[in-house]
């Protein structure tokens, strides 16, 4: 819980996405469909402007009936972001998302991206932490635990 993003950052596989504010909803799904992410982030140059996620889709494209190869993310993505910074704990985040109720969590430092933490990789980190405990808790029980 008390583990910097900066190391979940840096145990994470693939490249953070991002597209510019005046590409469309159409192409924008295209690249979070392609490379299986839940969110692409906006950015102006290196600019953080916004994020565009699966929920954007849902409630402010296909909602509201708005066509998707006309409207650029701008118009659609969230603007109000909830930013992390990479010395920021698992236990922070996690009290971001749960109180925020977000998925996705773009961490900055001096106003740079390095990347996005997703409820998903948290709870991975967690349950990756579970287990190592109860194994050895496990071994310590079975008297396999190292002297």
């Given at each position: 819980?008390h583990?910097?993003?900066?190391?979940?950052?840096?145990q994470?596989?693939?490249?953070?996405?991002?597209?510019?504010?005046?590409?469309?909803?159409?192409?924008?799904?295209?690249?979070?469909?392609?490379?299986?992410?839940?969110?692409?982030?906006?950015?102006?140059?290196?600019?953080?402007?916004?994020?565009?996620?699966e929920?954007?889709?849902?409630?402010?494209?296909?909602?509201?009936?708005?066509?998707?190869?006309?409207?650029?993310?701008s118009?659609?993505?969230?603007?109000?972001?909830?930013?992390?910074?990479?010395?920021?704990?698992?236990?922070?985040?996690?009290?971001?998302?749960?109180?925020?109720?977000?998925?996705?969590l773009?961490?900055?430092?001096?106003?740079?991206?390095?990347?996005?933490?997703?409820?998903?990789?948290?709870?991975?980190?967690?349950i990756?932490?579970?287990?190592?405990?109860?194994?050895?808790?496990?071994?310590?029980?079975?008297?396999?635990?190292?002297?």
């Amino acid at each position: 819980m008390h583990t910097p993003l900066r190391t979940l950052l840096l145990q994470k596989s693939g490249r953070t996405q991002s597209v510019m504010p005046e590409t469309t909803v159409a192409a924008a799904v295209d690249i979070m469909n392609t490379t299986n992410v839940g969110s692409v982030l906006v950015m102006d140059g290196t600019r953080l402007v916004g994020i565009f996620t699966e929920r954007d889709v849902l409630r402010r494209v296909v909602g509201k009936r708005i066509v998707p190869e006309k409207t650029p993310v701008s118009e659609v993505m969230t603007k109000d972001l909830a930013v992390m910074r990479p010395t920021s704990t698992v236990a922070d985040a996690m009290a971001v998302v749960s109180e925020k109720r977000i998925r996705h969590l773009p961490v900055v430092e001096e106003g740079r991206v390095l990347g996005v933490i997703s409820a998903g990789d948290l709870n991975h980190w967690l349950i990756r932490g579970h287990q190592v405990e109860i194994d050895h808790l496990v071994d310590y029980i079975t008297q396999r635990y190292p002297a």
